[in-house]
């Protein structure tokens, strides 16, 4: 197996292996991945974080042994939790990881704390919106409740609909508290949105940009429209 870690602040993750194909996610600086495929200018690659697939460019791929593989996976993580830090030369953003306690970092754990979710995702306020984003640059409405759970130290699959399996589910938005996660549905009934609640009656969400908006049993309603933009699925807990 070959392995390599992200050495850029950011590298684009595409559906297929083609500067025009659909952005899917992004690798944040130093994610490592696995590689499961090649072409000629590309490399389809697993992120190990979230088993999340996607294609490469070669040009920003650097490969790493199977020694060094293992000492990454091992040594102590620190994540980023304000919008950017500069480290290395480099601006990283929410999210990623890095290997020495700088400022602006906080001990990857394995705890989990919702008042930490909530102040994370206030961090977030006003990023635009950029679907397969996962940065301050834009950032997807799962990204950024991943990116929040990861902070506070629970670990999210990158979509929403595989996020809609964990934690336990809530019967009503009148028994909803702070930190839960609010899922929206199509009228097919495929889950394609998902927010913080950040009150029974207020969520915090990737929808055009990191905003905060009004929510009832119904859905979203934004002001601003004034009309429902999301319509509520169901609640979940984590824990």
């Known amino acids: 197996m070959r392995y390599g870690i992200c050495k ?20 944040l600086f130093n994610d490592i991945y696995k590689i499961i495929e090649e072409s000629d200018e590309w490399l389809k690659i697993q992120c190990m974080y979230d088993s999340y697939e996607g294609w490469i460019r070669k040009l920003q791929h650097h490969e790493i042994t199977d020694n060094e593989y293992k000492e990454y996976i091992s040594k102590e993580k620190y994540i980023v939790n304000t919008p950017i830090v500069y480290y290395d030369d480099l601006v990283l953003s929410f999210g990623s990881k890095v290997f020495e306690n700088i400022e602006g970092t906080i001990p ?9 979710l ?23 409405c799962s990204a950024f409740v991943q990116l929040c759970a990861k902070i506070a130290g629970y670990k999210l699959p990158r979509d929403a609909s595989q996020q809609y399996e ?8 009148s028994e909803a508290q702070a930190g839960d996660i609010a899922f929206f549905e199509n009228k097919s009934h495929r889950i394609i949105h998902v927010g913080i609640l950040l009150s ?26 004034n009309q429902y933009t999301h319509y509520l699925c169901k609640i979940k807990r984590l824990k």
């Open 8 to 27: 850029l602040s950011v590298v684009p993750m595409r559906k297929d292996a083609s500067h025009t194909s659909e952005l899917v996610s992004e690798l």
């Open 108 to 116: 990857l754990s394995k705890n989990y704390d919702s008042d930490v």
């Open 118 to 140: 909530i102040e994370s995702a206030f961090k977030m306020m006003n990023v635009p919106y950029r679907w397969g984003g996962k940065s301050v640059m834009g950032i997807d």
């Open 166 to 173: 964990f934690g336990d589910t809530i019967s009503n938005l």
């Open 200 to 225: 029974k009656n207020m969520i915090i969400h990737a929808s055009g940009k990191v905003r905060i908006d009004r929510i009832d049993e119904t859905g979203i309603f934004n002001n601003e429209l």
